[in-house]
Each structure stands twice: as C-alpha cells, then as structure tokens.
C-alpha cells in the first residue's frame, strides 16, 4: 500500500510532526468523523480508538523485537560464544547514545567528580544534569507556553466553545441518522403495536427504566398505577406516548425522549398498555379521569393520527436540543 | 578540634514509628471496609458511623496523616539528628509533637464517623481540630528549625532543605484552606463560596499530595536510599535544580483537579501547564534515586530494603509521569470522576509512601533495637504480597474508570443515551470492585507480615533509647571555598532557605487565588441564584454530615454526555454563579452515583423518600446503602436538631449570604411551612407517614433545590455563554 496516499496515515505523520499541545482540542464526546479538517487532525486522530491502538501495538511489536533479539544474543552468548565478533574498538551507536543522553561519569571514574559533601557517611557525586532530562524540561516549558499561547491569544476554543461545537455536531448527526433510518415516529404518527417482538422490547425498557415508580406489574409506586382505566394524562398510546417522551416534570414524570429513541417510547408506550385490565399485586389507587378513547370504535392499530389532545409539553421541546 | 558528645533520641522515633504501623494498620482496615461496602451496601449495617460517606474520610486520613505522617516524622527524626549532628532541639517539643499528633488522630478518630466534618477533603476535621493541628505543626517546626539553628554540620543535606518545605509549606496550606467561620464547637463554614472554595480547596487537596505525601518523602529517600545501598547520591546538581523546581511548580497545579468545571478558564489552563512542567522535576527525584543504586544493583537483589525502595521510587515515576497527563484536558474528560483517580492516587499512596515506608521501617528498627531483622524471608515474602497487592488494587481500577468513562459518554445513533440509566454503568464495575478488595487484601497480608517480623525483631534486641555521638562543634566564621557551587551558600543558612522556601511557594497560590477571589468577572452572577431556605440549609449540613459528596459530585460539565444525562430538559452545564451561596463547595471528586447538581425536580419528594429508606426500592441493584436513622420509625427519633439554624443563618451573614433581617427573624415559621408542605405532598401516598420536623425532609428541601434556581431563567438556559 502506497502509505502517502492513505489520508489516516498522512493525517498521522502530520500530527507527529507538529506542536503536541494541538493533543488538548480534543473533545471525546464527539463521535469520531471520517474526515480530517483542516488544524483538527490530531483531534480525528486521536478520537479513533483503533488508530490510538495502531500506535500502541507498533510500540508494543517494537518492544517485542528488542527483547526477542535480546534474548537470542544472550542465547548465542551461552550456546555458541565463539560465533561472537570481538567488539570494535569504536563505541556502539547505543553506548554513545546514551553516553550523549545522559552525561554520567562512569563508575570506574566516580572518584573525579566525587564531592566533598559527607553527611552521617552519604556522599554525594556532581553528575551533569542528564541531557535527555533537561532537554525533557525546556519541552514541558514550550509546550506550556505553547498551550497558553493556543488557548488564550490564538483562540483555540474553551471548553464552553468545545461543548457547543459538540451539541451542534451531535444535532446534526442525529438528524441525518433520523433521516436515514426514518425513525421519525412522534406524537402525530405513533400507533400501538401489537406484535410481539415489539412488545418483548418495550417490556425490555419498561423493566430497567420505569419499574422503581410503576412496579414491574403496573400497579404503581411513586408513579400512578397504570393497569385502571384512569389516566392523569390522557389516556391511549398518543396520550401515553407523550407523557414519556416530555413528561410531567412536576409531578416527577420525567422526559425520556433523550434517553429512548422514538421508536423506543413507542415500544414502552405499547408495552405499557397491555397493562390495562390486568391485577397488580398491589395496586394504587385510581388517579385521575377515566379515559375514553373518542376514536375507540376504530380499529386500535389505526390510531388517531390527528387526535387533539393539549399540547403545553411542546414548549418544552424547544427548550431542548 | 574539640570534640563534642552528645546523644541522638531514638525513643521518640521509635514512638512515631509504631503509632505509624498502628494507624496504618487500621487506617488500611478501614479502606478494606469501605472498599468491600462498594460490593455489599448492606455492610454499613444501617448504622451512621459505619456508612461509606462518613468512613471514606476516615481512611484517607488515616492513611494520610496518621500512616505516612507518623512514618514520615518518624524517619525526619531519625534523619535530621544524624545529618545535623545534633539530638533534637526540645524533647518536651517532641513529646508535644508526639503526643499531640495522636490526640488530633483519635480526635479524627472519633468526630469522623460522627458526621463531623467540613466537607473538604484531606481537609474534613473541624475547627478546634483544625487549631490544634497548626498548633502541633507549629511545635515540629520550631523543634526541628532550632535543632537545625544548633547544628554541628555546617550545611545542610538535601534532604533537609525538603523537609523545611514540607514545613513552611503545610502550615500555609492548612492555615488558608481551614479559614472557617465556627457555629457551634463542632460546625463551621468555609469562608469561601463555591468556586473559590473549589479553588483553594485543591490548591490544598493537590498540595497536601506535594508536601505531605511528596516533598518529605523525597527527604527520606535522600536519607535511607544511599544509606541502605551505601552509594553517594547521583548527582548534587540534579538535587538542586529539581528541589526548587518542584516546590515552584507544584503549587500551581491545583486547578488540574477542576478541569472542564465552573473554574474560570485561565485558571484551568495554569493547572494544566504547571502540572506538565512537573514530569521534569518530579522524574528528577526519580532518577537521582535510581541512578544512586548504580554500582549497587546486585545489592538490591539480596536487600530486601533496596527491593521496597526501588519500587518505590518506580511507583513515583509512574504516577508523577501519568499525574500530568491525567492534567490534559482531554485525558481528564475522560479519566476524572472515574475510579481512574483512585488508581492512580493508590501508585502513589500503596507504592511510592508505602513501599518507601516499609523498607525504612525494615532497615531503621533493627538499627534502634541493636539487632538484626527478625526475617528477610518475611520481609520478602511481604514485598512480593504487597507488590502483587498494588498491581490487584489499580489495575482493575484502571479498566474499571475506561469502562464506566465509556459507558457514559456513549450514545446511540439517534442521540439517546446507551447507558441512560446511570446504575447499569455501576454494577459493571462491581467485578472490578471485588478484584480491587482482594488487592488490599493482599496490602494488608503484608502489613500483617511486618507486624509480626517487627515485634519479633525488637523482642530480640533491645532499643537504644540514648544513642551515644560525638562531633566537633561549628566554628563561628566561616567562609566559603573558593570554586564551590553557588547553593552551598544558602546550604549553610538555614533562615534564608526558610524564607526562599516559603516565597517560591507563595507566587503560585497568590496568583491564581487572589484574583478569583477579588476580581467579580471571573464569577459572573445569575439573578435567579437564591440562598437556600433554612429548611434546605439543614438539609444540605445533613448532606455534609453523610459525606455524600464522597459518591455524588454536583458539577455537570460542559459535555454533550453529561447535559443530556443530568439535565435532559434545559441541557444546561453548571456555571460559577450557581454556587454563590455555597458554603463551602460540594463538587466532589468521583461519581460513584449520578451528579446530583440538576437533581431538584427530577423525581417526586416520594421517590427520595423511598430511595433513602432503601435505595434499592426505586433503583434495583444500587450500590448506595441505606440511610434509615434520617426516619423517625422503628422508634428512633430523627427530628430535626434546629438549635443551630439561627446561628447559622447569621454566620452565613457574616459570609456575605444575603438573608433579609426579616428572614432570620422569621425562619422558624419559613421552615415549618416548607417541610410542611414537603410532609403533606409525601403523606399523600398512603405507604408513607411523616412528620414535618424529620431529618429526611430537611434533606428532600435541600435535594429538590438543587439546580432549580437556574431552571427560572429560560433566557439564560437558552442562551448558552
């Protein structure tokens, strides 16, 4: 593979060769995008958890090599010695790495820059600072200069800026997806399900999500028994399915339609009105009207698409997201 | 040269040491407990005192302040009188040392598990506590700044110039952060609100880390590592340029554990760049430790004092390099919170003081007791234990933070949440949990082991109370070599190296304090931002008194996960001006339950009633325990204790909480209306019977408050700033 063509992997190199403090942008509760922008490829880079792993794994082959190739020079040292070349007169690549690296005054030749310092018997050396640490420090220094010079005269956005650019981003990926898939169903087009498969979900949702105020059987808890004819709310699944998906945050329903996906509420709604005419354990006592559905002669899987029922909850919509 | 005789004190290092495997022990038990209450909630038994909320900062800071500060005042003795050629200045100064250090620990002891708390962390005893501590840490530091004053070495070792910050250091961390307003002889107010009190509490939390757990230790090491393995220490140029590194930087780098909070952004940023400039510094430590063991690396194979010190000082490394990384914002959206934190705050805490701990323990008793340790098999079988005790504790820990981090910010395709209910990303973690109580198990196996091969080990000797030394006196004038380093003159000025200390920790704090407290715009206010009802008032002391803020932080940040989780209807993030009123700040630190900052309104009075009654009621399988002695049943009185709540209301007067004089006047009759009204709305469910005047109630006030203040401002909920 022609590796100059690969974009993730251009986008790679680009991000190894640049400032690091660019590593700060990244906001992980972005989904990850295909596509990198123009000064936020680092940030595609690393919000891809395959690529982070990519990384690492080269890292990790690396490590695997060396210690390989190390344990067979030491298994040729022990087997076949002879096979060995003396050593050259000049210094390995290695040793004068880290004789560069680091600057020690070999052990042999401590005595030279052994001080006069002795306390309770500790003596101590005058070692140079090791290079790789200084040269480690001055880059924590123009990293931070960097940084600030980023985050604060540049305009590299605040985390507020971040948060907004991530709400718009999941907007609009959340409206394309709903595009795509059509899972579009709202109060004006949701209609009681009947099949089982879709009735097995919302029991599904309903046991982990509504139990602890409605009671596994409906009877209600904290929540309103959902198994008489009385609805506080209205009544039959437009009724039912807005109530979940706005609720009635002060009597202590609350909205669902961020945590369940439409098609989701229409499960739970469903679900939830099997319940009807069934005997809780122990049922609450009736709340509110008992419901009378207008258009109950119709067939129930032909719901009121254009039931009028109030509509105080949309306000709330806007409100949201 | 005149000689001149003198006797070291050995007694009093001793004391300090066995008070510290004393509190350890304990101090580890309790950890045990409180970890094994994640996986069983019922192990609080339904009893105050033995309830998470309260135990957690029980733990801490007995393994802060009683385990390492013992320990580390132990090994300062030891060391100090042998590097100055000098007995301690006072023995009665010591005895107070002593003897006051452990009275506050029994205080801590006591008042802890009681509920009396200030709520800060590593900060949590009250007021007279708070006294006394300045009072003891003032006797150590005057103790060991005149031994210094009448020392026989001319300058000073390393390792002292890092205990003289730890000195002048602590007291100025625990003198501001403990500012507190007292009500009663056992509660107070912080002085400062909300995000300043954020502020300045981990300028301390961060900072009690530095130069209590840190910069003494690093003293220790200079003493006992070289000692042990009989090598000169690597490099004295090394020593110089990361001491003074260190303590500048570190000062700074509180605001790392405020990222993507209500903390104004420039602050944010000064944590984050501080805490990268520390790896230097704080590796500098490490590799003059290590390369001091150069020459000696055989040693460390047979000396198991070597072997706890060399992974010691590993373990230092390790969480002094992942410390700043952890400060990048990107990794500490995704790490804070989480049991991450704890993971890495147990490398440094089982592994660096810990381990460092130990082998000094192992290579001083036998020294004091003129004998020699009762059983290196022992020992070593404790270093292995122990090490495998810390890879059990954090690296489940470790998986535990990415899973739960994950599992909250991931989200469906259609913009719901894969985890909408907060407890599925709980009950995953309890594998972890359990792996993470076996790790400390195995801590404790080994502290076992150490007990037993220390009393065998001192019933075999004998201790040298009076350890006989002899050394010339300083003359008078002295004068410098020609050619020496520059340092060695402030080496030889103890005062000087005090006061330097003291300046070069001050320009930190006093930047980025000051102007959060002074300059207005850096907390810009909200209308709608009232003070809380005396009902709430009490509710929320109650809220202190159970240490729920050890599980519950209230600060939704700035991220699409958090918005939609915690306020799904005005997806609003927490901002500086909610916390106003807040005396003191109840961010938090991790969320082992949900953020509760939107909380109010989300559930019905009813709902927490039976939640608190048993929170596995409303959510099956939660983690929380029971908090049934808020309820007046089973013939236990839990009424509202309102003898304080005027006073109260006044100090937060005293505080700039502006209650109308015709509110104090009044707020008896406020508060029988609003609890009234909460006990109606309950009592309407005929499963629950209650009286205005409980406890619960007063706690229901406060939780259903919290965050709707900002709900009545549609115009600003809307318009993001």
């Keep these: 593979m022609n590796h100059r063509n690969n974009p993730r992997f251009f986008a790679a190199w680009t991000a190894v060769m640049s400032s690091a403090s660019g590593l700060m942008a990244q906001t992980p509760t972005v989904p990850a995008t295909a596509t990198a922008e123009e000064g936020r490829w680092l940030v595609d880079f690393f919000k891809d958890p395959i690529q982070i792993g990519f990384v690492v794994g080269i890292g990790m082959v690396l490590l695997a090599l060396y210690s390989i190739n190390r344990a067979l020079n030491a298994l040729r ?136 105020c409605h009671a596994a059987d409906g009877g209600g808890l904290v929540g309103p028994n959902l198994t008489d004819p009385n609805w506080i709310h209205g009544g039959g699944i437009v009724n039912v399915f807005k109530t979940i998906k706005y609720g009635v945050p002060e009597k202590g329903m609350i909205s669902w339609k961020d945590q369940l996906s439409p098609t989701q509420m229409q499960d739970v709604a469903s679900y939830v009105l099997t319940f009807q005419g069934t005997a809780p354990a122990a049922p609450k006592a009736p709340e509110g009207e008992v419901w009378v559905d207008a258009a109950a002669a119709e067939p129930t899987t032909d719901a009121p698409a254009t039931d009028s029922t109030s509509t105080p909850a949309d306000s709330l919509s806007t409100a949201a997201l | 040269m005149q000689m001149e005789r003198f006797r070291y004190d050995n007694a009093i290092v001793r004391n300090f040491i066995v008070a510290s495997i004393l509190w350890g022990t304990v101090g580890f038990l309790v950890g045990l407990w409180v970890a094994l209450e994640l996986i069983f909630p019922q192990l609080n038994f339904e009893l105050p005192f033995l309830t998470f909320g309260r135990l957690r900062a029980l733990h801490t800071n007995a393994v802060i302040f009683a385990f390492v500060g013992n ?44 509920g009396i708390t200030s709520s800060k962390e590593y900060a949590e005893l009250e007021w007279p506590i708070d006294i006394a501590i300045a ?76 130069f209590f757990l840190t910069t003494p230790i690093l003293g220790l090491m200079y003493y006992f590592l070289p000692k042990a393995a009989n090598r000169p220490v690597y490099s004295y140029r090394l020593s110089i340029i990361h001491f003074w590194a260190l303590i500048f930087l570190y000062i700074w780098a509180g605001p790392h554990h405020l990222l993507y909070s209500a903390l104004p952004d420039w602050a944010q940023s000064l944590g984050t760049v501080f805490s990268v400039m520390l790896i230097a510094p704080s590796w500098g430590g490490m590799i003059n430790g290590l390369l001091t063991l150069r020459g000696a690396w055989d040693k460390v194979r047979e000396s198991v004092v070597l072997k706890f010190f060399v992974v010691s000082v590993t373990a230092y ?41 130990f082998g000094m323990i192992y290579w001083l008793m036998p020294k004091i007791y ?36 994950l599992m909250w910010k991931d989200f469906n395709p259609d913009g719901t949440l894969a985890y909408g209910n907060f407890l599925e990303t709980v009950t995953q973690l309890i594998p972890m949990y359990a792996l993470r109580a076996l790790g400390g198990t195995l801590y404790i196996v080994g502290m076992v082991l150490l007990i037993i091969n220390v009393v065998r080990t001192v019933r075999s000797g004998e201790l040298l109370r009076e350890e006989e030394a002899e050394a010339p006196a300083l003359e008078r004038a002295y004068a410098g070599h020609k050619g020496e380093h520059w340092h060695r003159w402030i080496e030889r000025k103890p005062l000087q190296m005090t006061f330097w200390s003291l300046v070069v920790i001050l320009i930190g704090g006093i930047i980025e304090i000051v102007p959060t407290i002074l300059i207005k715009s850096n907390i ?118 309102t003898s304080l709540t005027e006073k109260k209301l006044k100090a937060m007067v005293q505080l700039g909480v502006p209650y109308t004089e015709e509110y104090i006047a009044n707020w008896e009759e406020e508060l029988n209306m609003q609890a009234k009204s909460i006990a109606d709305e309950l009592n309407k469910d005929p499963n629950i019977k209650v009286q205005p005047r409980e406890e619960i109630v007063a706690l229901i006030a406060y939780l259903q408050r919290l965050g709707t203040d900002i709900k009545k401002e549609p115009a600003l909920a809307l318009n993001q700033p």
């Design chain 1, 77 to 212: 040292e022990t087997l076949a010695p002879e096979t060995i070349k003396a050593p050259k007169a000049a210094p390995s690549w290695y040793s004068s790495l880290m004789k560069g690296a680091t600057k020690a005054t070999p052990i042999e030749r401590e005595a030279d820059v052994m001080l006069d310092h002795d306390y309770d018997g500790i003596k101590e050396l005058d070692n140079s600072l090791p290079p790789w640490w200084v040269w480690g420090f001055y880059f924590t220094i123009a990293f931070s200069v960097v940084y600030l010079i980023r985050y604060h005269i540049l305009g590299e956005p605040s985390s507020k800026k971040e948060f907004e650019i991530a709400m718009a981003d999941a907007k609009a990926s959340v409206e394309e997806y709903r595009k795509k898939v059509g899972d579009a169903v709202d109060e004006t087009t949701v209609v009681l399900l009947t099949e089982a498969g879709r009735i097995a979900s919302g029991k599904k949702i309903y046991e982990s999500n509504c139990v602890a």
């Design chain 2, 370 to 405: 003129r004998t020699s340790l009762f059983s290196d098999k022992m020992a070593n079988a404790h270093f292995w234990i122990g090490t495998l005790g810390i890879l059990f504790w954090a690296l489940p820990m470790y998986v535990a933070g990415f899973t739960q981090s």
């Design chain 2, 135 to 210: 009072l003891v840490w003032v006797a150590f530091g005057v103790n060991m700044i005149s031994t210094i004053i009448k020392r026989r070495e001319r300058h000073l070792y390393v390792a002292i110039w890092f205990y003289i910050a730890t000195f002048v250091t602590v007291a100025v961390l625990h003198i501001f952060n403990s500012l507190e307003l007292p009500v009663s002889l056992f509660k107070s107010y912080s002085v400062y609100a909300g995000v300043q009190d954020a502020l300045v509490q981990w300028w301390y939390g961060h900072n009690a880390v530095a």
């Design chain 2, 71 to 114: 320990a580390m005042f132990g090994g300062i003795y030891y060391s100090l009188q042998r590097l100055l050629k000098a007995r301690m200045a006072s023995d009665l100064l010591s005895a107070i040392h002593f003897w006051g250090w452990q009275l506050i620990i029994v205080a801590a002891a006591i008042t802890l598990p009681m």
């Design chain 2, 317 to 357: 490394g390790m969480s002094t390099f992942e410390g700043p990384m952890l400060s990048l914002k990107n990794i500490n959206a995704i790490a804070h919170f989480t049991d991450w934190i704890p993971a890495h705050v147990h490398i440094g805490t089982l592994g660096w003081n810990g381990f460092l701990i």
């Design chain 2, 524 to 641: 810009p206010t909200i209308a709608s931002v009232k003070p809380y009802t005396a009902l709430e008032l009490e509710g929320r002391d109650i809220y202190i008194r159970e240490g729920c803020n050890a599980c519950h932080s209230q600060m939704v940040r700035p991220f699409r996960s958090e918005v939609v989780r915690y306020d799904p209807v005005h997806q609003q993030y927490s901002m500086a001006g909610e916390y106003v009123y807040d005396h003191p700040h109840l961010w938090g630190s991790k969320r082992t339950g949900p953020d509760l900052h939107r909380e109010g309104g989300k559930y019905p009075h009813s709902w927490h009633y039976n939640h608190m009654w048993d929170p596995t009621s409303m959510s099956p399988g939660s983690l929380m325990p029971r908090y049934t002695w808020l309820y007046s049943a089973n013939g236990r009185d839990a009424s509202l204790n």
